[in-house]
DNA sequence: CGGTGTGAAGCCTTTCACAGCA
DNA sequence: TGCTGTGAAAGGCTTCACACCG
């Protein structure tokens, strides 16, 4: 490994997770400014489109280099390839999805993923009914054949869309064969070994983190609340 | 208002938007504890089940009082009382969703909102061949039906469920029915006035950031990158 | 000029470490 | 003794503000 490029991959390792979460929303937002016509863009403007602070955008932005032309702005073209680059999506990524139930289903069927680069290789379950049964265009199978879908496509990406009494090991199963970047809907937290990343999206967690704040609109509690409280 | 009224005003909102955000987690932890009929936990177990740091846990716990008993831990009753108050958990809350696609399919027939006191009281869509139509137990209606649905609930939850294109009128009309927590499943920054909650779960860029760690899995690639896949 | 790139300040979150209490 | 509750330290993220340069 040359030393340039091992440099480039420690320097990686340094951009910090909140900046990599956001990464992807300068993407769609440039992607949008792109369709529109835009060539050149300020962060000021990326910011406000994205919803996020100026300065914040530029402090992003910097950690993947200067790509910026000082009192001009960014070449939205050459940041989206930068930024697509950055976050390994010059190539079609492979998507398996384990359950294939009702989200299973869903998610197999959602468009979105097609138009960003996500190919959905496979859905598999357990359920002997489930399998050979087809969803979205994709053939159930049989967990079995989960190594055997991603053993030719490396940096695969396990989507886990099962009960939480089966998510565990479904996450298991994934690394199993292979897969070290999960996004698990099932409640619950997995255990993984180091480099592994998993990330949730818990939909009943979300609501409940909504009801604190919805909280404030209703009518006073039958439950004493706390005279500080509001 | 007075200094004095304000400060306690600031102060109650002071609990950290994180520490909001991983209650529901010890919750749940909690629930499951109580349900193996254990009744007493310390700090380092609830962290250890939640996959959390126990002086986090401690430390949340003490932005809503101090309920625990030293020397010996928590009564989990007692918490997990204590955590749903806080987290206005203590009745049924209704939820709308807007959108009667995949996605607004699957949430509508997902078990796991009843378990947890969440209420699916309407699917509402503008598509007049699915209005009628029935989703888990739930009539479609239309758009317009909206604000009928939530008037008797206040603090009711949105979930948008909607292409790109009519997430921020659906956004809108939630609002405008009085809905003031909403979840959105669509990509794209929804303009909201102040006070209004929204939290977001864009799965295309879920998949987008674990891409950038998965990327340490791919062969070699400094490769040029093909435009086309975006 | 105008807007980037970036040290430095400020703020928020996490972690430490221990006093205090059952 | 054991574990909570919490100041204080450490670390990380955001925001400021301005040097710098096209």
Redo the contacts between chains.
């Keep these: 490994m040359g030393e340039e490029?091992r440099r480039r991959l420690d320097d990686r390792q340094h951009v910090p997770e909140v900046t990599?979460?956001r990464?992807?929303?300068y993407?769609?937002t440039l992607?949008a400014l792109a369709a529109q016509g835009i060539r050149t863009v300020s962060s000021e403007q990326v910011g406000q489109?994205?919803?996020v602070n100026a300065a914040k955008v530029r402090k992003d932005l910097s950690y993947l280099g200067s790509y910026g032309t000082r009192g001009v702005g960014y070449d939205v073209q050459h940041l989206?390839?930068e930024m697509?680059?950055?976050?390994?999506?010059?190539?079609?990524?492979a998507?398996v999805i384990v359950g294939a139930g009702?989200?299973g289903?869903?998610?197999s069927?959602?468009r979105?993923?097609d138009?960003?680069?996500?190919e959905v290789v496979g859905i598999v379950d357990i359920d002997p009914d489930k399998v050979g049964g087809e969803v979205g265009g994709v053939t159930v199978s049989d967990l079995a054949s989960l190594p055997g879908l991603v053993a030719q496509r490396?940096?695969?990406?396990g989507i886990v869309a099962t009960p939480a009494s089966a998510a565990q090991s479904a996450v298991d199963a994934l690394v199993a064969a292979g897969v070290?970047?999960?996004?698990s809907f099932a409640?619950?937290?997995a255990m993984v070994s180091d480099g592994v990343?998993v990330?949730q999206?818990?939909?009943?967690?979300?609501?409940?983190?909504?009801?604190?704040?919805?909280?404030?609109?209703?009518?006073t509690?039958?439950?004493a609340l706390d005279p500080?409280?509001?």
Tied chains: 1, 2.
Excluded at 115 to 118: K, M, N, S, T
Excluded at 154 to 157: K, L
Excluded at 180 to 183: A, C, Q, T, V, W
């Design positions: 490029q990599v979460s990464l992807p929303l993407l769609q992607l489109a994205a919803g989206v390839d697509s680059r950055e976050l390994g999506l010059g190539r079609d990524r998507v009702n989200l289903h869903a998610l069927n959602y979105g993923f138009a960003r680069g996500f490396p940096g695969s990406i070290s970047s999960i996004l409640p619950g937290t990343t990330r999206v818990d939909l009943a967690l979300e609501l409940q983190i909504l009801s604190f704040y919805a909280r404030r609109f209703d009518e509690d039958d439950r500080t409280v509001l």
